[in-house]
């Protein structure tokens, strides 16, 4: 099959890949928080598709994209008294929130869970084209599994060429990492993966949150966002996440560049090293950066919309530099900041404090 990207501009393409969702077929969707690869949410062997084509484990859940608040009844057995709130003030947006499922909702897409995540989109693309389907839209992101996510139709096109008919382009996405899950079931919300909507944002509109979302995939002993098990978002060569305050982490990578990093106390990457110490990447705040070839930045320390904008593309691109190992700064977690160290921790192999 030849892939091709289309322009969401023109009608015609979002009437075409309106027509493969309802014949059961996959698109490469845009939306704000990053691309997905969707399907008919309400056919199981649409959705058997997304998890072959990304490499997906079938224990891992999807979530449904509706375009309107009234579509969730369709797939919701429960709603829950947040429910309305949380809707008015963030949907729609990077917000997915996950409720007692009907049995409309196939297996597949659940995980078997009795449960289902929700959301409301806020790309005009993603919501013309959940209107013209008829149906609720079932997406994860449209990447190859255990890769950075994609922020751009070019990305998809990359990771998907030959497995999806259509990449539908509705430019880069504007915030670049992916939806806050919130668990509503229970009597506390649960932040089961921090993204786009932030801690501060919801407490401030609920009072009480709790976060039931471990940033090392090693302090994973029960997870209850299945994906959150995994390793993620990692390029090629290994990640070293360096955490600690800029200035620090900073100094740290400059050294080791400079000087060839040396061990990293994991048999991987000292392998690697001891072929060449001085194969070393990184990727690092503007502010604290400096001149080489090395280097790629993806926006000020201070500056966590810019990390979550870039972060994906800058893991994309340090991929096609031919580099043994990645050192990576991590922002404080806090606000957008929380999202992009959390994305940054799931990618690395070790996290280095310094
Ligand atoms: O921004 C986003 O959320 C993007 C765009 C395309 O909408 N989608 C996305 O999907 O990131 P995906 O499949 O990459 O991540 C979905 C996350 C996983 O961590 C999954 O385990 C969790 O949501 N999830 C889905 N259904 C769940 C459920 N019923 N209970 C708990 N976690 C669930
Ligand atoms: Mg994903």
């Not at 966002?225 to 100094?251: D, L």
């Not at 991987?268 to 502010?287: C, V, W």
Request: hydrophobic fraction near 40%.
């Amino acid at each position: 099959m030849e892939t091709k990207i289309l322009d969401a501009n023109i009608e015609k393409s979002i009437e075409l890949c309106a027509d493969v969702i309802k014949s059961g077929g996959l698109i490469g969707v845009p939306t704000e928080t990053v691309y997905g690869l969707g399907a008919n949410a309400l056919s199981s062997d649409a959705v058997m598709k997304i998890f072959t084509t990304k490499g997906r484990q079938p224990d891992n859940p999807l979530i449904v994209h509706v375009a309107s608040p009234s579509d969730v009844g369709l797939v919701v057995r429960e709603i829950p008294a947040v429910f309305e709130i949380l809707t008015k003030t963030f949907w729609p947006g990077p917000l997915t929130l996950v409720m007692k499922k009907t049995d409309a909702v196939p297996d597949s897409v659940s995980a078997g869970l009795d449960t289902v995540a929700v959301r409301m989109p806020e790309h005009p693309v993603m919501l013309r084209l959940i209107e013209k389907s008829g149906v609720p839209i079932a997406a994860p992101s449209a990447n190859i599994s255990g890769s950075p996510s994609p922020t751009k139709a070019q990305h998809v096109f990359n990771d998907l060429f030959g497995k999806i008919p259509y990449v539908l382009d509705g430019g880069d996405c504007r915030i670049g990492v992916e939806s806050t899950v919130v668990d509503i079931t229970g009597d506390v919300a649960q932040i089961l993966r921090p993204g786009g909507v932030t801690y501060e944002e919801l407490v401030k509109v609920l009072g009480a949150v709790e976060v039931f979302a471990p940033l090392n995939s090693s302090d994973v002993t029960a997870p209850r966002s299945p994906g959150m098990k995994y390793r993620h978002y990692s390029p090629k060569a290994p990640v070293i996440a360096v955490v600690g305050p800029a200035e620090k982490s900073a100094e740290f990578i400059r050294t080791n560049i400079v000087g060839g990093c040396k061990c990293a106390n994991h048999s991987e990457i000292d392998t690697r090293l001891a072929e060449n110490p001085k194969k070393i990447a990184a990727l690092m705040f503007d502010d604290y950066s400096f001149d080489n070839p090395a280097v790629v930045c993806f926006g000020a320390c201070s500056d966590h919309k810019a990390q979550a904008a870039n972060l994906f593309d800058s893991l994309r691109r340090l991929d096609s530099l031919d580099y043994n190992v990645i050192l990576a700064q991590v922002p404080e977690q806090k606000g957008l900041g929380l999202a992009v160290a959390n994305r940054i921790l799931k990618a690395a192999t070790v996290v280095e404090n310094v």
